[in-house]
């Protein structure tokens, strides 16, 4: 499946988390092209059967693309959470991980989602190390207590 593809099953997968329908302006919005080119991916996933398209309508997802949509939405969340805790600002995060979400072995994206998930599960305090790299990433220095 083409990576545009993807992130328009994302957009009317984060959508309609909301609404019941995702309408062609709320898509186009939410992917920042023109109405138009929106119009024109709905038909393209509506004719390969991932998306129920009416027009003025608006979209749903049938569950082929729900699970699409679901999985790369998955991914990108996981993959922007290790990004942010590498220190990396949430805004250049999110549109990193918008690029990565569509490349990435499918082991490595399980491995980060599972590191995220025992990051912010498991340790109920931040561990140290995570606490040392914040100011090292900060300052270009280890912490006295990184020193031997």
Request: proline share 3%; with cysteine.
């Amino acid at each position: 499946m083409m990576r545009r593809e993807e992130d328009y099953l994302e957009a009317i997968y984060i959508i309609t988390r909301d609404k019941d329908s995702a309408r062609t302006t709320d898509i186009a919005n939410y992917l920042d092209v023109k109405p138009a080119s929106a119009t024109e991916m709905l038909q393209k996933l509506s004719s390969k059967g991932l998306i129920k398209y009416k027009k003025y309508a608006g979209s749903t997802l049938t569950e082929k693309g729900y699970e699409v949509g679901k999985a790369v939405s998955e991914n990108h969340y996981a993959i922007m959470e290790l990004l942010k805790m590498l220190q990396i600002p949430e805004e250049i995060a999110d549109r990193d991980a918008c690029t990565m979400e569509h490349d990435l072995d499918e082991k490595t994206i399980e491995q980060i989602k599972k590191f995220v998930s025992f990051m912010k599960n498991c340790p109920k305090n931040i561990p140290l190390w995570m606490e040392h790299f914040k100011i090292y990433s900060e300052r270009g220095d280890f912490p006295s207590e990184c020193k031997e």
